[in-house]
């Protein structure tokens, strides 16, 4: 039943997407020059103003630190910028002189941009770029429990867009998001393409709107430590993955999966590094609020160590960063088996790489196909022979999957948008950017004659 609110947003809709149509007809006119100085611009704008919203989605959503809001903030507005801000993205942008080929670009045309509560101002400000460089307008919808934050950070984007020449309308947000809405805005006529970063439904529903949509999948990321690791640097990356922003980034660890003849040693570093190891009262408490009625407890979601403990009814210390739990099993049953998107671990111990390929393998399969994986290992030829046949698009290697996985600490595409390949359902396994909001057209030569 649609009720006024509803109507009202699906109005909403309507108006910003004719309002993105008109900047787009502009924008999509403009020089390579004229689009990089508003793409400067705005990231500018999300450094300067990176600690503000990085507050107000922790006021807003309870998800998540401050500080590390703003890193992911600044993570935006710095490292994806810096990785497109030379990307040619108007006109000819490459000449093949030997086939006589040129590449010519085009923009995509209207972006919708699906944002999560999890990340709501870090994928605004991302998304913002990444569709501008392309010269392509924006539309956001909003998570509801993140919309001021969201709606905020938009509008820095917006602003500091026209500061630098840009008009009006070419980056907005809805200020009523409601189901209903957000359905419009992904079938709308005027809407070209879908960014959709957000909860399972929500890609699906991106993808079955009739739109070229580029989603993402659920990202239930273990991590191997094999005999050979460093294991003092192996259990400060993980702690320090896994506790950044209280997991709410999909790429963060959630499983161990360590070598029998290390596991003592493993264990004793986590310990020392800040894990909390939960014995088998105080692991069952925890279960309880993991999920709730079959599904993912979302009030545990990006919150610290110290309020589980609280939610469970345990005591967790004070300087407690991540809470371990010893698991031997993978399902709904086991719910430190899942994705949790908080500071939470399993600990699987296998006794050797074949055991720990089929462990991982199995916890892959129960909702993180496509996503990542990460292995600490000092042994090439095991890392190789490991990796190759792992059903993942992004494998961490001596790092925490969360940074390695988005390229802040590795050589991939800086990005908040973590494509899954169609192992994941995704239609790409890249990290995704600027150059996915492009259309490339090719004037081509005849250079020979057809065969007869």
């Known amino acids: 039943m649609i009720r006024d609110f509803d109507l009202q947003s699906i109005q909403e809709v309507r108006d910003a997407l004719e309002q993105a149509k008109s900047a787009q007809d502009i924008v999509g006119k403009m020089s390579q020059s004229e689009i990089d100085q508003i793409v400067e611009s705005m990231a500018n704008a999300g450094r300067d103003e990176a600690e503000l919203l990085a507050t107000l989605a922790v006021e807003e959503t309870g998800f998540g630190k401050v500080a590390d809001k703003i890193v992911k903030n600044l993570f935006a507005a710095n490292d994806v910028y810096n990785a497109i801000k030379d990307l040619k ?16 670009a085009h923009p995509v045309g209207i972006v919708a941009g699906i944002v999560p509560s999890t990340n709501p101002t870090s994928t605004a400000i991302f998304k913002s770029l990444i569709a501008v460089k392309g010269r392509n307008a924006i539309v956001f919808s909003p998570h509801p429990s993140a919309a001021n934050c969201t709606i905020e950070a938009t509008k820095v984007m917006q602003e500091a867009a026209e500061r630098a020449g840009a008009p009006k309308g070419l980056i907005s947000c809805l200020t009523q998001p409601t189901l209903p ?55 400060r990356h993980i702690i320090e993955s896994n506790n950044f922003d209280y997991g709410t980034i999909c790429a963060s660890e959630q499983a161990l999966v360590v070598d029998q003849s290390i596991k003592e040693r493993v264990i004793s570093e986590l310990k020392q590094q800040g ?10 408490k925890v279960a309880s609020v993991i999920m709730v009625n079959g599904r993912l407890n979302p009030n545990q979601v990006g919150r610290s160590p110290q309020t589980i403990g609280e939610m469970a009814g345990i005591k967790v210390p004070s300087d407690a960063k991540v809470l371990i739990a010893e ?4 399902g709904k049953e086991y719910p430190f088996s899942i994705e949790k998107l908080s500071p939470i671990l399993a600990l699987y111990t296998v006794k050797d790489i074949q055991e720990a390929s089929e462990v991982c393998g199995e916890i892959l399969a129960f909702g993180g196909l ?11 030829k095991i890392v190789e022979s490991f990796t190759l046949d792992k059903p993942v698009n992004r494998i961490v290697v001596n790092g925490g999957t969360t940074f390695g996985g988005i390229g802040a600490t590795t050589a991939i595409f800086p990005s908040l ?31 020979r004659e057809m065969p007869k």
């Open 370 to 380: 496509g996503h990542t994986l990460g292995i600490h290992c000092e042994d090439e």
């Open 89 to 104: 993205t108007v006109g000819i942008i490459n000449r093949d002189k030997h086939n006589r080929i040129w590449e010519v």
């Open 417 to 447: 948008t973590l494509g899954c390949g169609t192992i994941g359902n995704n239609i790409s396994s890249d990290n995704i950017g600027a150059k996915h909001l492009i259309n490339i057209k090719r004037v081509a030569y005849a250079i």
């Open 327 to 330: 698991e031997t099993n993978v």
């Open 181 to 235: 809405g957000t359905n419009e805005l992904m079938k709308h006529k005027l809407t070209k393409v879908i960014l959709a970063t957000g909860g399972s439904a929500m890609v699906k529903a991106a993808y079955s709107s009739g739109k070229p949509a580029y989603g993402v999948g659920p990202g239930n990321v273990p991590s191997y430590i094999h005999e050979s690791a460093n294991i003092e640097t192996a259990a």
């Open 275 to 284: 894990a909390y190891f939960l014995d088998d009262n105080e692991k069952q």
